[in-house]
């Protein structure tokens, strides 16, 4: 793929829809495409127009994950840290590809310097997803982004910022004055919404999970900044003190949450309209030399099938993610993973469909006057939405194992009314 993508008319005939929020499949119809967005069939396609023959394959949106690091899943540790910078952002260019041909055409990035990335790919110079970006994750010293050297001062003392500060992932500030100004820099960066570290973490070196990070008068320093800005804080936590602390200070996202204690904590996320971001984790999915990590890896994935069946069963929001980073041999992991959620974790086809496209949506919706797709929907398949769709080989309103195989059953893929892979037979301009 080269060369600039351009939108052009997309007529898209005999397909059977599913448009992000019905319980199954349209009757064979056409779906129109012009100028970026879904248009009503009536408007004649113009002689411009690219006419591709679905032949009865099944339409969708695009898929979304609503937790990726896409600096970082494209690169190794050793890229990051001891690398030129230049590498993790070249990296970075490449992942953002092979997840749009994953069929991943929106993304929420929980940490990385992305934003001057987004808006590349939003020009069509190059493929890849929408991205809302958090751009550096915020810790305190000692917390899960806290990535000195145990020798080295806390930077509130002078100490000297880690790599991870350096290149943009992390900003470890402490007290509420600091975390303002961390927030306020990270829009002065081109976040849409804002990542906090409020609880231990699995590959951390100084914080077990069950360690509470940020005081509430912290979190809500940065819950008050994001909302002069018109958007939302979402919190990394595991567990439950961690995340009632978040819930009361304002957090609206809670990344992870697989540690709660029992099902009252989802049932405040749900009274309170706090979404669970969470991630269906096996404990094969991560591999590490410190037997510490793989331990904590272990706890974690032991919660995971507990903290979906609490939060189904309370009415909490859940949000679909993948949280993959460092290891790009099996970055593709990221379309199994989706396809876990009926294989391992209790959802139909239709629930994990809904989650990854119309839910997911809402959530990255939370950015407001910070979302920088906000005018038009997305998600969905219905005049006035954005353009990305999906043409998949067969139908995964039944068989959601079709898209963990994207090369094979993708045979379309549209984003922003551009035209990124096609299979089909096609006629007209550009056919």
Not at 102 to 126: K, Q
Not at 183 to 190: I, M
Request: charged letters at 25%; hydrophobic letters at 40%.
């Amino acid at each position: 793929m080269s060369g600039e993508y351009g939108r052009v008319p997309i007529l898209i005939k005999d397909v059977r829809v599913f448009d992000g929020v019905s319980d199954g499949l349209s009757e064979p119809r056409s779906v129109y495409i012009r100028d970026g967005r879904i248009a009503q069939v009536r408007d004649a396609p113009g002689l411009d127009a690219v006419v591709i023959d679905g032949d009865g394959r099944t339409l969708m949106p695009g898929l979304t994950d609503a937790h990726v690091h896409v600096f970082a899943a494209g690169s190794t540790h050793a890229d990051l840290m001891t690398g030129s910078t230049g590498v993790g952002y070249y990296n970075a260019v490449a992942e953002a590809g092979r997840m749009l041909m994953r069929g991943f055409t929106a993304v929420r990035d929980m940490a990385g310097d992305v934003a001057s990335l987004r808006l590349a790919l939003d020009a069509g110079v190059l493929p890849g997803p929408r991205i809302y970006p958090s751009q550096a994750a915020i810790s305190q010293t000692c917390g899960h982004g806290d990535f000195s050297d145990v020798h080295n001062d806390a930077t509130i003392f002078g100490g000297p910022g880690s790599r991870a500060e350096e290149i943009g992932f992390m900003r470890v500030a402490d007290g509420r004055d600091r975390v303002l100004a961390a927030v306020r820099e990270q829009f002065k960066r081109g976040a849409s919404q804002i990542k906090v570290m409020a609880g231990g973490g699995v590959t951390s070196t100084y914080d077990p999970l069950d360690v509470v990070q940020y005081t509430g008068d912290e979190l809500r320093a940065a819950v008050e900044a994001a909302a002069d800005w018109g958007t939302y804080v979402s919190a990394h936590v595991y567990n439950d003190t961690g995340i009632r602390r978040a819930i009361k200070a304002g957090i609206k996202a809670i990344e992870h949450g697989h540690l709660a204690a029992d099902q009252d904590t989802l049932a405040r996320m749900a009274k309170y309209g706090v979404w669970l971001s969470t991630q269906p984790f096996l404990e094969s999915d991560h591999v590490y030399t410190d037997p510490v990590s793989t331990e904590k890896n272990k706890e974690v994935c032991e919660g995971v099938a507990r903290t979906y069946e609490w939060a189904r069963e309370c009415g909490t929001k859940i949000a679909f993610g993948t949280d993959l980073l460092l290891n790009p041999a099996e970055s593709d992991r990221q379309s199994e993973m989706f396809t876990r959620l009926t294989t391992h974790f209790g959802f139909t086809p239709v629930e994990a469909l809904k989650m990854a496209t119309s839910g997911n949506a809402e959530l990255f919706r939370l950015s407001g006057e910070r979302d920088p797709y906000r005018q038009a929907r997305f998600g969905v398949i219905e005049p006035g939405a954005w353009a990305d769709v999906l043409v998949v080989e067969g139908d995964p309103t039944h068989d959601l194992s079709l898209l963990s195989d994207p090369g094979k059953n993708l045979a379309v893929i549209v984003k922003d009314g551009r035209i990124y892979k096609n299979r089909l037979a096609t006629t007209g301009h550009g056919g």
